[in-house]
């Protein structure tokens, strides 16, 4: 199937299928020859006179009115060629220099004595041009393809649909060197340099002369070292430093043992005044300690990891060789495109095509799952802006490659740029960038005001998805075999756009049901043994990130046992404060980190690299087994093997892996998979590739069939198979079910973070965003799936890994404790009781203890995390914050959705940004997230107001009490002081500190002066006539 052939709509339930050819021919590439800017490509123009226009009137270097313009204005006002700078002609406005340029003789310009040297220089730079630009000119191209890679004799890497007419230049993808210490380095190894080495090797031949040993040696050869190196493990772990982990291991051991006695403590001393305080007290404290060890303890075996991309090219990559490199299925998905803004998917889009990995084993599928006309416009002005994009970012090798962050990066982007022709390029992107924004942003206005009869496509057809619950399935292939091509005539990988069928009446699954949509059409078209999943507005940072993941996924020793990679979650446009904790720090490079030592980190939804047999259910392969000895059978304890029924079936015993055998039965195929018979043969190809005798059209029929609204009926998807279905937080389950099974994940950390996104600074977009989380871990904890009671059979999770799981479902509940943990402060304060007795000075050691191993515990944590102090102060703020609103909120939700079938709809988090910086971090929406946490706040303050009058009304006796009392309210305020600053909007004149502590004195003088006005008859303190005035 053609790239342009149109868009394939149709349901398999109503037998329906058509082509649409809705867009216009392919735009011819502009004809250079001629008079035109080589800058920009455009026609140069004429002067007033009808002349020419010449920019440089020394070398006469073709280039219109707008790039001189520009050039004089924003640029070096020099020149491309020459260097000479720009003099102003007629009708140009002014710039900084042209009145000292006409004050001065003008022969030094005319006559450039340093002329001789420039050409030099640039002669210089244009050699050096040619010896590193591999693989980039058409010579090149010619001599410099691959043949296909066949993935053995029955399948093949690249489906009939979009055939491959090669690889790819030679070079184009070189040796990336990463140079990393070896497994065996340790501390003192830098007594091996290369200046010392050399000595070293002259004393040993000397030594080797003296005893005669020293002959002839053979020449090394520089293959063999290739080769070793190439032998070498693609990875290895980096174990913290035993000065900083084992600290921590017993301060965490400390603070346990002080827990218990602390707990004793409280229990065999009760308040008998306050006797419903402490009692609610003792079981809120009880909770805390619960939930942090099932925080704690999975961090107790935290690992770094190291890659070595150089070593993954000399083994897969060799010279002369096929590529041997996974194909990789990349997949984008969006929903709404007024919140999720065109602009942001066709960067990740452009990002992704344009990332540093083979073109032909690379296709991205975008999943529109609101079946917007705007979004499949939008995908359609991305696939020719790429054509310009994608050589662009391969020929200089710029990084980011979302073009949207790459123009707006505040740093030189001439850093190591040698190219002379780097700059002309840039501005010429540059321009067309913004053209092709103006094009989406006319898009998106003209999508703003839907017609009533609905959308037109440009040949008259109505356009599939005007009812988005109720239409046929949709795919175009944007970038294919055909038309796949950028404008230097290299190839492009593929773009698929893919809309799965909706119809009343049938259960769809949001966001798991989309992705599941995408596993199978992608089975159909492509089949790579690998998958990447991104959210719309999460762009590729990091051009190396895939073979980050391929260094784990591809390493023969660890890699069959590796269900997914996940990479950290990094965030753009978040203040420099973090105010609200987005950036999530303390879970990403603290328990990530933990669960890397222990059986991997879980899935969070985006950023992760999957191996697709692993979402297909199967188990990881296990070791060889020892075989079994052969009897006559009359001995109880020997016997002969039985030869079971998956053995003798030759086609699948040919598959070679026994536990797939066991998992999938012979005539179990459909019953898991689906009816689709390409797709089941599909699902049995572990190194992918899809049947060599399907036809595109064949392909294409079948992939509208496994995207029909009633494929999964009477199936395993979403059960077992793919994503799991059964709450919001899908990505929790599905990692959950994997390592259940006894697969494990990777975390990966490259120094460049390999993806980034957006994330909501808005206080009311940020509960809601964690109210959708905690929601679905509260649907988890109901489930069948909970991590209490699921997954013991065949013990293959690790219980740390277990306690890291049951701790993502339980914390929602922790909202109940500490709700009433924040009032308590202000009820000891309004009613002068308290939680505790009073505690003499041995027992004040226990409290001493317990702060005191806190605080060490949080120390020790940064130091071997490297998170700063900042973070972690913001996240704990934030853990308070969240956990009396948006966790509150979603523990209610969930008992109403359990108990009473009330269900809650799925809101998209909003990706839009503001003009402004940080503009929406002060903008105020109300939202009933909004009330639990003010009121604690408000009864907080005015506890503080109410203790802090009595005891001056009641004399320095009552200070003492009032003390821990009011640690404990503070304790409250300080956290919740982000959440007032958000309440309070943006301060431009009065520093929000000042309202607060205005507030606070203005109420406590003003009840100090009722207290004591002297017309009011005292009813409370010391009577003075009997034990004196100084008394």
Known sequence: MEASAGLVAGSHNRNELVVIHNHEEPKPLKNLDGQ?????????????EGDLFVACNECGFPACRPCYEYERREGSQNCPQCKTRYKRLRGSPRVEGDEDEEDIDDIEDEFNIDDGQDKQKQSAESTLYGKMSYGRG???????????????????????????????????????????????????????????????????????????NLGPEPDDDPEMGLIDEARQPLSRKV?????????????IVARLVILAV??????????????????????????????????????????????????????????????????????VSTVDPMKEPPLVTSNTVLSILAMDYPVEKISCYVSDDGASMLTFDSLAETAEFARKWVPFCKKFSIEPRAPEMYFTLKIDYLKDKVQPTFVKERRAMKREYEEFKVRINALVAKASKAPIEGWIMPDGTPWPGNNTKDH????????????????????????????REKRPGFQHHKKAGAMNALVRVAGVLTNAPFMLNLDCDH?????????????????????????????????????????YANRNTVFFDINMKGLDGIQGPVYVGTGCVFKRQALYGYEPPKGPKRPKMISCGCCPCFGRRRKSKHESNGDIAALGDGDKEHLMSEMNFEKKFGQSSIFVTSTLMEDGGVPPSSSPAVLLKEAIHVISCGYEDKTEWGTELGWIYGSITEDILTGFKMHCRGWRSIYCMPKR?????????????????????????????FSRHSPLWYGYKGGKLKWLERFAYANTTIYPFTSIPLLAYCILPAICLLTDKFIMPPISTFASLFFIALFGSIIATGILELRWSGVSIEEWWRNEQFWVIGGISAHLFAVVQGLLKILAGIDTNFTVTSKATDDDDFGELYAFKWTTLLIP?????????????????????????????????????????????PFLKGLMGRQNRTPTIVVIWSILLASIFSLLWVRIDPFVMKTKGPDTSMCGINC
């Open 239 to 251: 174990p913290i430093a035993s000065s900083k982990i084992n600290p921590y291991r017993m301060v």
């Open 539 to 579: 762009y590729v940072n990091n051009s190396k990130a895939v073979r980050e993941a391929m260094c784990f996924l591809m390493d023969p020793q660890i890699g069959k046992k590796v269900c997914y990679v996940q990479f950290p979650q990094r965030f753009d446009g978040i203040d420099r404060h973090d105010r």
């Open 753 to 781: 973070a390999a993806f980034k996104g957006s994330a909501p600074i808005n206080l009311s977009d940020r509960l809601n965003q964690v109210l959708r989380w905690a929601l679905g871990s509260v649907e988890i904890f």
């Open 138 to 212: 058409p010579e090149d191209d010619e001599n410099g393809r691959f043949p296909p890679v066949i993935a053995g004799g029955h399948s093949r890497h690249v489906s009939g649909e979009f055939p491959v007419g090669g690889g790819y230049a030679n070079g184009e993808h070189g040796l990336h060197k990463r140079v990393h210490p070896y497994a065996s380095s340790e501390a003192g190894s830098e007594r091996w340099d290369d200046k010392k080495e050399g000595g070293w090797r002259e004393r040993m031949d000397d030594w080797k002369l003296q005893q005669g």
């Open 933 to 977: 946490p003010t009121t604690v706040l408000i009864i907080n303050i005015v506890g503080v107001v109410a203790g802090i009058s009595d005891a001056i009304n009641n004399g320095y006796q009552s200070w003492g009490p009032l003390f821990g009392k009011l640690f404990f309210s503070f304790w409250v305020i300080v956290h919740l002081y």
């Open 262 to 331: 602390f707990l004793r403590y409280r229990l065999l001393n009760p308040v008998h005044d306050a006797l419903g305080l402490w009692l609610t007290s003792v079981i809120c404290e009880i909770w805390f300690a619960v939930s942090w060890i099932l925080d704690q303890f999975p961090k107790w075996f935290p690992i770094d990891r190291e890659t070595y991309l150089d070593r993954l090219s000399l083994r897969y990559e060799r010279e002369g060789e096929p590529n041997m490199l996974a194909p990789v299925d990349v997949f």
């Open 472 to 499: 046929p399935g949709m795919i175009q292939v944007f970038l294919g075999s055909n038309g796949g091509f950028d404008v230097e005539g290299n190839e492009l990988p593929r773009l698929v756009y893919v809309s």
């Open 36 to 48: 035109v800017c080589e800058i920009c490509g455009d026609q140069i123009g004429l002067t007033v």
